[in-house]
């Protein structure tokens, strides 16, 4: 396929039709905006995608408007400014990273002030938080036209390498799962497969990482585990309604293990 930067309307309509492409499932976030874009566009000429909307997505891209939006969440977002005397005390733990892109890439960890000062003069537009210590997790649904979420899966993330899961294991907590389905929904234009990273420290507290409004790298666990999103999206898209759970049994207790770039499910 040409590059997405090359391709105008037509173009792009063009290329889809030539190879049969009826439905569209990106996976990468510099690819949403544009498919977000282009989505209305590709619709009225029978062609799907799974994306959410173009502002649900700028949102997610912007990790200090994101802290903002769900500071009073269900889960709420952990704190984020771009001054860090501005919230922070100085003998606190921080994060740095981009307030925008990838949050696995240029990323600090465990820094003093001092130190998280000096790692973001080498970043483009740095943002800082508070470190939170204790255990991730992420959560993962479905969400269909209505902005209603269709099945909930949780996983902890025991083996994180470069931002993705190589290994991980869904688990149940309704409690948990209750406030993740109306955290999802506050925000308006997400929609299919979309996950969400948190974090619960060692009093139990529940703290929003960020959203990612597309399949992730452990996703396939998610699938095996009764998150049928993709194919939820397809029906969706072709009226087959009838053909889509309401109510998904999740499997709890699979693992996903990633070892030599081969991806297996127990």
Do not use: Y
Not at 20 to 28: A, G, L, V, Y
Not at 30 to 50: P, S
């Amino acid at each position: 396929m040409p590059p997405i930067h090359e391709l105008n309307r037509q173009s792009l309509l063009l290329f889809l039709k030539a190879n049969e492409i009826s439905f569209i499932i990106p996976t990468r976030d510099g690819e949403l905006k544009f498919w977000a874009e282009h989505r209305q566009f590709l619709d009225q000429n029978k062609i799907g995608v799974m994306v959410s909307s173009s502002q649900a997505i700028a949102l997610c891209e912007d990790k200090l408007q994101f802290s903002e939006f769900f500071s009073d969440a269900q889960i709420p977002a952990i704190k984020t400014t771009v001054n860090l005397n501005a919230k922070f005390d100085e003998k606190h733990k921080f994060v740095v990273k981009e307030r925008r892109g990838t949050g696995s890439k240029a990323l600090g960890l465990n820094l003093s002030g001092e130190e998280a000062v000096e790692f973001a003069s080498s970043l483009h537009d740095p943002i800082f938080q508070q470190q939170v210590v204790g255990k991730e997790f992420s959560a993962e649904t479905w969400i269909d036209k209505s902005g209603k979420p269709n099945g909930i899966v949780l996983r902890w993330r025991q083996l994180v390498i470069d931002g993705e899961s190589h290994e991980s294991t869904t688990f149940e907590n309704k409690d948990w799962a209750d406030k993740l389905c109306i955290m999802f929904s506050k925000l308006v234009g997400l929609k299919g497969h979309v996950l969400a990273q948190v974090m619960v420290d060692s009093n139990q507290q529940l703290h929003l990482i960020e959203i990612n409004p597309r399949l992730g790298g452990a996703s396939p666990l998610a699938i095996a585990a009764g998150l049928h999103s993709a194919q939820w999206s397809i029906f969706e898209f072709d009226q087959k309604l009838d053909r889509i759970s309401s109510m998904p049994k999740i499997k709890f207790g699979l693992s996903l293990i990633k070892k030599n770039n081969q991806v297996s499910i127990r």
